[in-house]
C-alpha cells in the first residue's frame, strides 16, 4: 500500500538556523499538508496546499515557515531561523482530493532544537 | 470545523470488544464524521469514515446515531496494537482544502 515517507526521522538543530524539512507524498495525492505536535500536545494544522500554492494556513504559520513542491514529488517545510518553541514532531500528510478521501501521514520528523 | 466531545480515556481488555464514543451535536447536513488514531511515536492513521449509514472495514466498525449528533466506533476485538488515541474528527466536505482539526481524542488502554 503506498505510504507517505519523510526524511529525515529527527533532525537537531541550533536556535537560529534553518532547517528543511522532506516528506514525499502518495504520488496521484493532489492535496498536501503540515502538521506539527509539540511533545504531549494535540496535532496542530499548520499549512494546506494544492495546485502549487498555500490554500490555508494556521495563525502558526508564520514568516518563518515557508512550503515547496519544487519537483512533483517532494514537498518541504522549511524553517528559517528555528527557536527553541518550534521543537516538536512534524507530520505530512496528503489526501487524493475527493470530498470524503481520508488524509494519510507520515511518521513525522521529530525536530529538537537546542 | 464542527466541534466533537470525547471521554480523555478508556480502558479495556484484550480480545473483548471496544466502544469508543463521540458526540458532535452541532455536526451539518454536509460534515462527514471521521476516526482516526495514533499509536506511540508515530502518526495519525486513518481508521473510518462516515455520513449517515453505518459503515464497516477492516479495522472497526462506525455506528452513526440516526439524529447524526453521535457516533460511535466500534473495535471488534481489541489488540494490543490497538492502544492510541483516538481521534473523532467532523469534516466539512464542502471545504475547499479538505484539513483535518485534531482534538485531544481518547486515549485507549488494551490491557492483557
Known amino acids: 500500500e503506498p505510504e507517505v515517507t519523510q526524511t529525515p526521522s529527527h533532525q537537531v538543530t541550533q536556535m537560529g538556523q534553518e532547517v528543511i524539512l522532506r516528506c514525499v507524498p502518495i504520488?496521484?495525492?493532489?492535496?498536501f499538508y503540515w502538521y506539527r505536535q509539540i511533545l504531549g500536545q494535540k496535532v496542530e494544522f499548520l499549512v494546506s496546499?494544492?495546485?502549487?500554492?498555500?490554500?490555508?494556513k494556521s495563525e502558526i504559520f508564520d514568516d518563518q515557515f515557508s512550503v515547496e513542491r519544487p519537483d512533483g514529488s517532494n514537498f518541504t517545510l522549511k524553517i528559517r531561523s528555528t527557536k527553541l518553541e518550534d521543537s516538536a514532531m512534524y507530520f505530512c500528510a496528503s489526501c487524493g482530493g475527493e470530498y470524503h478521501s481520508p488524509l494519510h501521514f507520515g511518521n513525522g520528523t521529530r525536530l529538537t532544537v537546542t | 470545523d464542527a466541534k466533537t466531545t470525547q471521554p480523555n480515556s478508556m480502558e479495556s481488555n484484550e480480545e473483548e470488544p471496544v466502544h469508543l464514543p463521540c458526540n458532535h451535536s452541532t455536526i451539518s447536513g454536509t460534515d462527514y464524521i471521521h476516526w482516526y488514531r495514533q499509536l506511540p511515536s508515530q502518526g495519525p492513521e486513518y481508521v473510518i469514515h462516515g455520513l449517515t449509514s453505518n459503515v464497516n472495514n477492516r479495522m472497526a466498525s462506525l455506528a452513526i446515531a440516526e439524529d447524526r449528533k453521535s457516533s460511535t466506533l466500534i473495535l471488534h476485538r481489541a489488540t494490543l496494537r490497538d492502544a492510541a488515541v483516538y481521534y473523532c474528527i467532523l469534516r466539512d466536505s464542502g471545504g475547499s482544502n479538505y484539513k483535518l482539526t485534531f482534538g485531544k481524542g481518547t486515549l485507549l488502554t488494551v490491557n492483557p
Open positions: 496546499f494544492y495546485n502549487n500554492e498555500i490554500s490555508e
Open positions: 504520488s496521484n495525492h493532489l492535496y
